[in-house]
């Protein structure tokens, strides 16, 4: 192939669009739902678990696959395992890309017309902001044309290209959004009564939980930090010879982690503190399902002078973050045709935005059908993605390629206990780790 593959330009870039892919509607929407139904605390402690001992062992490895290989998802793997049928782990990834943005993109539409709910005061003409929420979900029509709105905007930054698009939208929105959470965050905890929404969240509380937290919590690390797909190897592959994988891992990893508990420090305090039925708040809590951020946040906003005004850049802040989340998803794709099929980036593209239209328009139209793409993907393709990877570069892959990528050819220094342990998640712990909260959740 003559055409030059592109390259993130600056270190800061790096970071920023690998956190950019991470930071989404993950940390801010479903992370609080996810916490509220899995029993607060308890979940967050399982989540953080995961997080280290796969979480980040796995996007180094993803970093490092796609760095190696320098090519799409499923390139990837023909690349590195010639006349194998690892191929067919990258395509799982593409098609996981397609079953995420067929109701993520539904949940980035929600984030529109909040924001311009808020613009025109409309949202704060409301009283029942649950009703609110209720009123756009037996809307189909309403939901479907943001969602498409929203796709198309992420397609146009997907023809824009890699550095210009992907990069500078992620420097600028990012730093921005989370002083606004530390604000909101700020807000809600000096509410009456906010202790204990705080209590929820940092108190582990045994009468709460489920028997699926482990599978919850493993398919909400894998989604927030968009592992298991091929995502990171597809920003992997953007990277430059100097890229530290392992730091950048960490990095994009902690940064992420804070944006969601900071998010849960918003919700449920305000929750907690705000509702008219405090006997049954946890109750309401988890029947508030996907609304929980629709709802809740509205009337945090509505007790800040200057809502509107709060309400629109929460909403647009937020719809940014998506953004730089769902041209992740949509670049997996759209490489991985370009690529393989040799199809032109612009029809590409094309053809990805048709699927994810078809996706989401029967997503808007059944919450049921929403429901299915949402745990099939996070509870079950990407925790197999997962799996996989680990296995490729735990067990296949040349150990002298993945010391020379997690090194950058010798140039960085980790004490060999460093390397071993990374192995040894990777070999043992990850696999075991997944397939037994698989069998266990299964059986839960
Ligand atoms: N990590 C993104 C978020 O938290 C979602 C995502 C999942 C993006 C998988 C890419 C791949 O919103």
């Keep these: 192939m003559s055409e030059k593959r592109a390259t993130f330009a600056s270190k800061i870039g790096v970071v920023a669009a690998a956190a950019g892919s991470a930071v989404g509607l993950g940390n801010i929407w479903r992370f609080p739902s996810q916490t509220a139904d899995g029993g607060g605390a308890i979940f967050i402690m399982v989540y953080i678990g995961c997080i280290l001992f796969f ?26 395992a010639p006349a194998t049928q690892w191929k067919w782990v990258g395509r799982l990834g593409v ?89 909101l965050a700020i807000r809600a905890v000096t509410l009456d009564n906010a202790v204990q929404g705080l209590d929820f969240l940092f108190k582990p509380d045994l009468s709460h939980v489920k028997s699926t937290v482990f599978l919850d919590a493993m398919g ?57 039925n405090p006997g049954t708040i946890v109750d309401d809590l988890v029947a508030g399902g996907p609304g929980l951020l629709f709802i809740t946040l509205p009337e945090l906003f509505n007790q800040m002078a200057g809502s509107m005004i ?8 937020l719809a940014l973050a998506a953004l730089t989340s769902t041209i992740s998803l949509m670049e997996v794709v759209t490489v991985y045709l370009h690529e393989e099929y040799r199809i032109s980036r612009r029809k590409s593209t094309l053809l990805a935005t048709v699927g994810v239209i078809i996706l989401g328009t029967f997503s808007s139209f059944s919450s049921s059908f929403f429901n299915i793409l949402d745990v099939s993907s996070a509870k079950i393709m990407l925790p197999v993605g997962g799996l996989f990877i680990s296995l490729f570069v735990g067990w296949y892959l040349d150990q002298k390629l993945v010391y020379v990528q997690l090194t950058n050819n010798g140039r ?25 909260i698989f069998i266990y959740g299964l059986a839960g």
Excluded at 55 to 80: C, D, Q
Excluded at 250 to 268: H, K, M, R
Excluded at 420 to 432: D, E, H
């Design 310 to 317: 709060w309400s629109a850049l929460f909403f647009c802040l």
């Design 220 to 276: 909400q690390a894998f989604f927030s930090l968009s592992l298991g797909m091929g995502c990171m190897i597809t920003y992997g592959s953007y990277f430059n010879d100097n890229t530290p994988l392992v730091k950048t891992s960490v990095q994009v990893s902690i940064l992420d982690t804070l944006v969601a508990v900071l998010a849960g420090v918003v919700i449920f305090p305000s929750a907690f503190a705000l509702t008219t």
């Design 412 to 436: 960085l220094n980790f004490g060999t206990g460093f390397l071993k342990t990374y192995i040894i998640l990777l070999r043992y712990v990850a696999p075991l780790a997944i397939l037994a």
């Design 55 to 80: 979480g980040i062992p796995l996007m180094v490895s993803e970093f490092l696959v796609g760095r190696a290989s320098r090519a799409n998802t499923a390139g990837a793997y023909r690349k590195l």
């Design 95 to 183: 098609l996981t890309g397609f079953v995420i943005m067929g109701f993520y993109m539904v949940v980035c539409g929600w984030t529109l017309v909040y924001f311009f709910q808020s613009l025109s005061g409309h949202l704060y003409g409301v009283t029942d902001f649950s009703a609110n929420f209720t009123d756009l979900q037996n809307n189909p029509a309403k939901q479907i044309v943001w969602m498409i709105i929203f796709t198309l905007l992420t397609a146009f930054f997907i023809l824009f290209g890699v550095k210009k698009g992907i990069e500078r939208s992620a420097k600028i929105m990012m730093p921005l959004l989370f002083l606004l959470l530390l604000v």
